[in-house]
């Protein structure tokens, strides 16, 4: 079956102000559809052409060589979307304060503090040269929460020879210039601090509880 572009999970202007309808409406149904078809494109015929998004990014190396860099780039883009949808929503479903229960005293251990957590977070953000994305990931060999940047439509679940970093994603911030700079212009930082009142800590901690299984 071929990949899908999801529905957003609230209305474009839902994030306002923090993120306004006009930037959630192209980086939805111009960006991210993109992804979905070109990822289509690259696998429709092959024999991995029923495997899931996420079967197709921690399986590059299975694939044939001519094919590595479209899916890398193009079902790592649509991973990477899908999760962002879903880890933000306005105030009134859960969107901003602080995490709470095992997910807040884990970044408690972790990081020190939530203000400590979002510090270094953010820092991961500013820091990605060019395009990527920010991570927060459970790293099951030593059980723990930890902080990571990917660049360009790379993620965690590639693993570190490839995208540099590993982890089970649970939280994750696109810095590409297209999430922000109708609004922001090159204030990715300004971007990165109103972000923290659209993030859906109950969603991330049903992402915690899946990837501790
Ligand atoms: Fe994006």
Redesign the pocket.
Known sequence: MPLTLPNLPYALNALEPHIDAKTMEI?SQK??KAYVDNANKAIDGTPFANWTAEELITKLAELPEDKRGPVRNNAG?HV??SM?WTVMAPHNAGGGGEPTGELGDLIKTAFGGFVEFKTAFAAAGVGRFGSGWAWLCWNKDAKKLEICSTANQDNPLMGKAIAGCAGVPLLGC?V?E??YYLNYQNRRADYLAAWWNVVNWGQVAKNLAAAKG
Request: charged residues 10%; hydrophobic residues 25%; without cysteine.
């Open positions: 980086h960006h991210h883009g990477n979307h962002f696109d590409w297209h999430a």
